[in-house]
């Protein structure tokens, strides 16, 4: 797919939380002596944080890099999978907060960990479209898991921003996207159940390899392309061995594909997780690199994404916060400080 206008990323701004917890202190409270699989640790939201919080951290660092007055943007989009509102949206919130109130569209999107993405194909096509010149999509969330359940181990919390204009103010070029969406039960949760529960055995095969690999191929082939044409690759990161395994599926380098990284230091921050990657690439990324950037949600669907980064990245990028900053600023907590900040076992007033 792609628009009839040029568009592409004119900002962008990522957000991840200071605090971390390893997964061996998790091991330590509820498997005392037993192996926890991936060695990792994930950040933690403090206990003034949640998933409005971190969105707005991001965005603010969006509408720095892009350089475009809030005001101007006419759709604030975001996707999450932890909104701290059943019935009120996150996202008018957000909007208020950078100031692009209110002449603007605003509208929370799901779709479990691709909710960011998906919200990112509809900034595309609205700005494509000339119904508006700016368009923000958000990914943003906190970890949600059973106390003791494996996803404790390692899923996390952050947020990221994308802001869709015209592609001459672009800092990456889009040049296709592809959609790729199946029935396939691997995680949910149903309405007032607290936590997700997973379809274990749909999880790998059925559910993360085949759609990611089905967008992929699908995109490059639209486009004509081959891994060998693109500079880097970021697969959604759940854990740090799925998104090296399927890029070689693909038929990437090791050295092509955007480490895990991210899964490793932060957890899996579900709707962000593949936003993360993606604007850590961009932190990275030279003038003329060309980025595939591959989502997942369970449920399941994937979106594919190609961008060719232009010179204005090597002016834009910097002055906000870039995604290695985030991480290197990282303070450990305990198993009962994180419980206290998340409200594991019951909220306390903080």
């Known amino acids: 797919m792609k628009p009839k206008r040029d568009v592409g990323i004119v900002g962008y701004g990522a957000y991840v939380p200071r605090f971390r917890i390893t997964a061996a202190e998790v091991a330590r409270v509820w498997k005392p002596g037993q192996p926890f699989g991936l060695k990792t640790e994930k950040s933690v939201p403090g206990p003034d944080e949640d998933t409005v919080t971190i969105a707005i951290e991001a965005a603010r660092n969006a509408v720095y890099r892009a350089q475009v007055p809030p005001a101007e943007i006419k759709a604030v989009w975001v996707g999450t999978e ?28 799901e779709f479990a960990c691709k909710a960011g993405t998906e919200a990112l194909q ?25 106390p ?16 869709v204009g015209p592609a001459a103010e672009s800092l990456a070029v889009l040049e ?36 990611i690999t089905g967008a992929a191929q699908a995109l490059m082939a ?11 690759a970021v ?33 899996n921050t579900y709707a962000a997780a593949t936003m993360l990657g993606f604007t850590a690439a961009l932190d990275t990324a030279k ?10 949600g369970s449920g399941a669907g994937s979106d594919a994404f190609s961008f060719v980064v232009t010179g204005a990245i090597t002016t834009r990028r910097d002055g906000a916060p870039k995604v290695q900053e985030y991480i290197a600023r990282k303070k450990m907590v305990d198993y009962a400080t994180y419980a206290r900040y998340t409200g594991r076992f019951g909220k306390q007033d903080t």
């Open 82 to 109: 932890s909104k701290p509102y059943a019935v009120k949206p996150t996202s008018t919130i957000v909007a208020e907060a950078i100031g692009a109130t209110p002449e603007v569209s605003a509208a929370d999107w």
């Open 122 to 146: 509809a900034a595309i096509a609205l700005v494509g479209s000339e119904m508006a010149n700016y368009a923000m999509a958000i990914g943003a969330d906190v970890a949600q898991s059973r």
């Open 148 to 163: 003791g359940d494996p996803l404790e181990y390692n899923t996390g919390a952050g947020g990221a921003a994308f802001i």
């Open 176 to 211: 296709g996207s592809y959609s790729y969406v199946t029935d396939t039960p691997d995680f949910f949760r149903r309405q007032l159940q607290e936590f997700p529960e997973h379809g274990h055995r749909f999880t790998g095969e059925p559910a993360y390899f085949k759609h």
């Open 222 to 232: 639209e486009l004509g392309y081959g891994p060998q044409d693109f500079a880097m």
């Open 235 to 267: 697969f959604h990161q759940p854990n740090v061995k799925f998104p090296e395994r399927v890029g070689q599926l693909l038929g990437f380098k090791k050295e092509q594909i955007m480490p895990g990284l991210l899964a490793g230091v932060i957890g």
């Open 287 to 296: 003038p003329g690199d060309r980025i595939l950037c591959v989502s997942y």
